[in-house]
């Protein structure tokens, strides 16, 4: 594997932990709200990733193809169930006056925040040495 793969390879993790850092926003934006039916509650998505294996990064490399790494799948809603509560005076009460919440879990959105920031975080710093070894190569000749 080359040095310039690494910027690849770093990039496809940000653009990953971009993407779970958005999936978990939405999440926490849509915690508290409510609906009157369990079709239109919000159900908390969550981003499936798969890593490239060995095999992948060999045939891309023969290809000439630089995009390895870390690669989204999907983004799947959870299937945890929704919290019912029984609100009669809730204006959003279907006629047994319940009150259907989304299944979000605050503190484990959080945590996922937390984690997507640092990882985001550790793919910069690879960035940033790769780079920095790069600029040490080119003032060996000197």
Request: avoid cysteine.
């Amino acid at each position: 594997m080359s040095l310039t793969n690494i910027f690849s390879i770093a990039g496809s993790g940000m653009n990953a932990q971009s993407i779970r850092l958005n999936t978990t926003a939405s999440n926490l934006a849509n915690a508290d709200a409510a609906s009157s039916s369990i079709e239109e509650t919000y159900r908390g998505r969550h981003p499936v990733f798969s890593a490239l294996n060995n095999d992948i990064l060999n045939l891309d490399a023969k290809n000439g193809d630089a995009n390895i790494g870390v690669k989204v799948l999907d983004i799947v809603e959870s299937d945890a169930p929704l919290q019912p509560r029984y609100e009669p005076t809730h204006p959003l009460a279907d006629q047994e006056g319940y009150v259907y919440y989304p299944n979000v879990n605050v503190v484990e959105e959080m945590t996922n925040m937390i984690s997507a920031s640092r990882s985001f975080q550790m793919n910069v710093e690879v960035m940033n040495s790769a780079k920095q070894m790069m600029q040490r190569v080119l003032t060996l000749g000197q």
